[in-house]
């Protein structure tokens, strides 16, 4: 059954031109959203989240263009590659909601909190963010209002929605940043040392099944005020967030393949973990 994308609302650009969104195959006009969810005949208790799920930049923000190179944007300075199509898969097959950002983390990053001095970033791995460099607080505060915000708000009503729920957060890294090693995991399971309840019997079943995992690799699962401590930490929710290597999720085809691995792996460390 086609399922419906619920979208966030948020004001239309100074032009007050709307942008086309498909749903269920037919073209419609509508306003730009900062989210989209997927709710409809999903009753699992997991909710997937992807916080960087595209690299889109509002018309209303520096007239569309943030001063880069349009391969930089394509790049994971800009989004996580390959994230939304393997958690909106991951999602079908945990029959779980999901919702997902509609904005580049270059505009504001949803996967940080509102006081994080990296909330709106100006140089990200060796490139200047032009449209950012002398962004003034009213400028940030206008893309918290109007994207940000309105992620969240979705969010935790998601989350809110069952009192058992569990997050998985789904992101992707890059295999190599520049000047930097290799990075070799297939996937990374970041987690907080406040809660490992899920995310350790996670890591040992996909070490068991082949899968080459990090643990807090390659980043560290703890960051006060992303969205996994908002979200998750704070209300005492289970949660995992899962990074991808890019490379493996690059087409349709490796995260319908990842997807489809992960899910009953996520099924299996949940019913291990007895949470």
């Avoid at 942008?19 to 900062?34: G, L, Q, R």
């Avoid at 999901?98 to 490139?127: A, C, H, K």
């Avoid at 019997?201 to 996909?206: D, G, M, S």
Wanted: proline share 7%; with cysteine.
């Amino acid at each position: 059954m086609p399922q419906k994308v619920a979208q966030g609302n948020w004001h239309s650009g100074p032009s007050g031109r709307k942008s086309v969104v498909k749903h269920n195959d037919k073209e419609t006009m509508t306003a730009p959203a900062a989210f989209h969810r997927i709710t409809e005949n999903r009753p699992s208790r997991w909710l997937v989240t992807i916080d960087h799920a595209t690299n889109r930049v509002p018309d209303w923000v520096a007239g569309g263009d943030l001063g880069i190179d349009p391969a930089e944007m394509g790049r994971h300075i800009a989004y996580d590659i390959g994230a939304l199509g393997l958690g909106l898969s991951l999602a079908d097959h945990l029959a779980a909601p999901v919702v997902w950002s509609d904005f580049s983390r270059l505009v504001i990053d949803p996967n940080r909190g509102e006081d994080d001095p990296t909330l709106v970033m100006q140089l990200y791995d060796g490139t200047v963010i032009a449209a950012n460099r002398a962004i003034s607080a009213a400028g940030v505060e206008e893309r918290l209002d109007r994207l940000h915000r309105p992620y969240h708000d979705a969010l935790e009503t998601l989350a809110a929605a069952r009192p058992d729920r569990v997050i998985c957060a789904i992101h992707s890294f890059t295999p190599q940043l520049r000047g930097r090693a290799p990075r070799p995991w297939e996937v990374g399971v970041l987690h907080s040392h406040l809660d490992s309840r899920l995310a350790l019997p996670l890591i040992a079943a996909l070490a068991q099944a082949g899968i080459c995992v990090g643990d807090n690799e390659p980043y560290s699962g703890h960051l006060v005020g992303d969205s996994v401590d908002r979200h998750a930490l704070g209300p005492g929710r289970p949660n995992v967030l899962i990074e991808l290597r890019q490379d493996l999720i690059a087409d349709e085809s490796g995260q319908k393949f990842w997807a489809a691995r992960l899910a009953p792996i996520l099924v299996a460390a949940l019913q291990t973990s007895t949470l």
